[in-house]
């Protein structure tokens, strides 16, 4: 089974402060996503990855950047943490290919006071 | 730009009876996969069915299928029998393809399912 693992299930963090958000996973997958789920909105996509040191903005990645050092792991930074920002964060994995689905982590639950 | 849209934001079935949950998409794509994930309380996002555009019979798995109406760009989501363990939110999905033979989800705004006992 695929194990998709996040660092943490509920952060609190302050205005100003960098938060880092970290996922890993140990199935060797290539390609790793960031998403941000928000009441009524769905899942927004911030950043994707296909291969390691790579990445894609998505959809709303203003106020976030990401690091993809090993294959493995993908983290997701907010560099000066706002209250907008408070969400849930999952974060997603997948072979490479067009019919393949994505396996998701637990996410974690951010509050930005 | 594709979108997806799920106007049900809550629905609620008896146990064992047949719910369904409706998506819509907008596309100028021919072929395209179109997904229904289950989020349950406080548990991880897991794929339910998947369909591609190009295949005409509709997507089965268990007590869950499809009802894919190309032409009217309708994607819904039928479960039979519904269970407790049913209870979640259920968000539908459409690929986007990208550069380089990548893709990325759309996703609808989910609906939440409440079983009834």
């Known amino acids: 089974d695929v194990k998709v693992t996040q660092s943490s299930r509920y952060l609190v963090k302050r205005t100003g402060e960098k938060v880092f958000l970290e996922c890993v996973q140990d199935?060797?997958?290539?390609?790793m996503f960031w998403y941000r789920q928000d009441p009524g909105l769905g899942l927004r996509l911030i950043y994707f990855?296909?291969?390691?040191?790579?990445?894609e903005k998505g959809d709303i990645p203003e106020g976030y950047s990401v690091s993809r050092e090993k294959k493995e792991r993908f983290s997701l930074i907010l560099e000066s943490a706002s209250t907008n920002q408070t969400s849930m964060y999952l974060c997603?994995?997948?072979?490479?290919?067009?019919?393949?689905?994505?396996?998701f982590g637990p996410g974690t639950r951010l509050t930005v006071t | 730009a594709q979108t997806v849209t799920q106007s049900q934001p809550e629905m609620s079935v008896q146990e064992a009876e047949t719910v369904t949950l409706s998506c819509t998409y907008d596309?100028?794509?021919?072929?395209?996969?179109l997904f229904w994930y289950k989020q349950p309380p406080s548990r991880q996002m897991i794929l339910v069915i998947r369909?591609?555009?190009?295949k005409q019979q509709n997507a089965t798995e268990n007590r869950f299928s499809v009802n894919f109406q190309k032409a009217a760009k309708s994607f819904s989501l039928k479960i039979s029998d519904s269970q407790l363990g049913d209870a979640a939110m259920y968000f539908c999905?459409?690929?986007?393809?990208?550069?380089?033979?990548?893709?990325?989800?759309?996703w609808g705004a989910g609906t939440k399912l409440i079983i009834k006992p």
């Open positions: 997603a994995t997948s072979i490479r290919g067009l019919e393949v689905e994505q396996y």
């Open positions: 199935m060797d997958h290539e390609n």
């Open positions: 990855s296909y291969d390691v040191k790579m990445k």
């Open positions: 596309t100028s794509e021919s072929d395209y996969y």
């Open positions: 369909q591609e555009a190009y």
């Open positions: 999905a459409y690929r986007r393809l990208l550069m380089d033979s990548n893709y990325q989800l759309i």
